[in-house]
């Protein structure tokens, strides 16, 4: 996608949302650009349009779609939202550490938010050429390639949105045959979303956010419609299902 005149980001609080919005800001000054977060960051972008959203309530995410839509269709959806811990939540690394509240925890965010902010902004995507919706999943989301086991929830939560993922573009490749919806891993990102689990990363492959940005929006610039429903990791590849 080289030249968006509409793009939305959804989860432009957090560090690679925040960073996808300066890097987009930087390549396309003349696109309108609006941020949506639970709270406005600080600093806010100079030239893109910060909104609150909640995450939690469906007609936060039906105004913001609406909103986001109002004055022309959106080239580019960014979804940019997640969870792996919290407080009293951590990934679990074996079956006796399961526990109802965290299935439940992880789900909301990671599957059920990104899904209804599809249902929402799908609709209003742009029907002209390559227009995108991405979505960060995770390469533990690959049945194939888990090798280690645990993180039960968290892994289950991405393989569930990499499902939607690959139902909406079904579904919409049928009204909107040059969309391209996808899922992408950035890779390990120092975010805190990351920072009780980079001692397993080496310094060269924790990215920053501004690296992150810079190397997801290089993935989605080389996407074609016939790469919609697939998963991407940072570097290009595909990741299988």
């Known amino acids: ?25 930087t390549r396309h000054p003349a696109a309108s650009i609006r ?17 609150l959203i909640d995450y ?6 039906q105004a913001a779609a609406n909103l986001a839509s109002a004055d022309r269709p959106i080239d580019l959806i960014l979804v940019t939202t997640g969870i792996l811990h919290e407080e009293n939540l951590r990934p679990e690394k ?51 390639d888990n090798q280690l086991g645990g993180w039960y929830a968290y892994r289950a939560s991405k393989s569930a949105l990499n499902m939607i993922i690959k139902s909406a573009s079904i579904e ?35 990215f920053t956010p501004s690296i992150a940005a810079n190397h997801l929006i290089g993935v989605l610039d080389t996407l074609t419609s016939e790469q919609t429903g697939k998963c991407f990791a940072w570097d290009g590849r595909e990741i299988l299902p």
Do not use: C, W
Request: glycine fraction near 6%.
């Open 172 to 206: 919409v490749a049928r009204k909107n045959p040059e969309a391209i919806i996808v899922g992408l891993h950035p890779g390990t990102v120092d975010s805190n979303l990351s920072k009780p689990f980079q001692h397993s990363s080496t310094n060269s492959k924790l």
């Open 94 to 144: 074996s079956l006796k550490e399961l526990s109802y509240q965290n299935f439940e925890r992880l789900f909301k965010v990671n599957t059920i938010t990104p899904a209804l902010i599809a249902k929402y902004f799908l609709p209003v995507l742009s029907r002209n050429e390559h227009s995108i919706f991405a979505a960060l999943s995770a390469r533990v989301g690959s049945v194939s």
């Open 1 to 25: 996608m080289k030249h968006p005149e509409n793009i939305a980001i959804i989860g432009g609080g957090g560090a690679i949302g925040y960073a996808v919005a300066q890097e987009l800001r």
């Open 56 to 61: 939690e309530d469906e007609l936060s995410i």
């Open 35 to 51: 941020a949506f977060s639970r709270a406005l960051p600080k600093p806010e972008i100079s030239g893109v349009s910060h909104q």
